[in-house]
């Protein structure tokens, strides 16, 4: 198995709603990503697990959750968003050195 | 940080040379130099990575000089399906997640 899933593929939620975004990878890579791309933008790192250990992009709000359950699945919960937070939400997972990185398709997050 | 420095956009036909540079004046030693592919609504696909030196694989080249401030991305005879953004991207995986910054990338477009 050479790819990253998510699911899902499509999201609508209201700015009370909590939600989760689901990420999983088999390919026993060691270090897993969350992105989130606006249209005609570059992605823009949230957050890495790296051997499970978590690494945060500052500028990130609260609202946003990641969890690693274990070293093949990166969960992502979203609470209380504001409808500036619609965007694509890509996982990315990294198998050794550098920043090789294979992508999943994205979730289209859209906030109402 | 290492930030990098890309054209906005570039045009080709079919069956040329294509050469994207990067700049990346403040690679750290550890950094490693990687570009992606992405076409619209999916997510990025990685393309090629190096250090130093030179780099080929059966798709592109990737060209450093010994100062690795900046790096260029060749494309062998282009088709109208290299039409894509093309991001450079500078660090590595133990970076933390606020120094893991993709360029604001390069408009490909080719045309027959």
């Known amino acids: 198995d050479t790819e990253v899933t998510q699911t899902p593929k499509h999201l609508v939620m209201g700015m009370t709603n909590k939600k989760s975004l689901k990420c999983e990878q088999h390919?026993?890579?060691?270090?897993m990503y969350w992105y989130k791309q606006k249209a005609k933008k570059p992605p823009e790192l949230m957050f890495v697990?790296?051997?499970?250990?978590?690494?945060i992009n500052e500028s990130v709000p609260s609202r946003f959750s990641p969890e690693c359950p274990n070293s093949s699945l990166l969960n992502l919960h979203l609470h209380a968003l504001q409808p500036e937070d619609s965007a694509l939400y890509l996982c990315?997972?990294?198998?050794?050195?550098?920043?090789?990185?294979?992508f999943g398709p994205g979730t289209r997050l859209t906030v109402l | 940080l290492a930030k990098t420095t890309q054209p906005i956009s570039m045009d080709s036909y079919e069956g040329q040379e294509v050469n994207i540079t990067c700049s990346h004046n403040?690679?750290?030693?550890?950094?490693?130099i990687t570009w992606y592919q992405q076409f619209p609504s999916q997510g990025p696909r990685f393309i090629i990575q190096?250090?130093?030196t030179k780099v080929t694989n059966e798709v592109a080249s990737l060209f450093i000089p010994a100062d690795r401030k900046s790096s260029t991305l060749s494309l062998p005879r282009v088709s109208l399906s290299d039409t894509a953004v093309y991001y450079c991207?500078?660090?590595?995986?133990?970076?933390?997640?606020?120094?893991?910054?993709f360029g604001s990338g390069t408009r490909l477009s080719i045309r027959p």
């Open positions: 390919m026993g890579h060691r270090a």
């Open positions: 697990y790296s051997y499970e250990k978590l690494s």
């Open positions: 990315a997972s990294s198998p050794g050195e550098g920043l090789e990185q294979f």
């Open positions: 991207l500078v660090g590595d995986m133990d970076s933390s997640a606020s120094k893991i910054i």
């Open positions: 190096g250090y130093k």
């Open positions: 403040n690679i750290a030693t550890n950094d490693y």
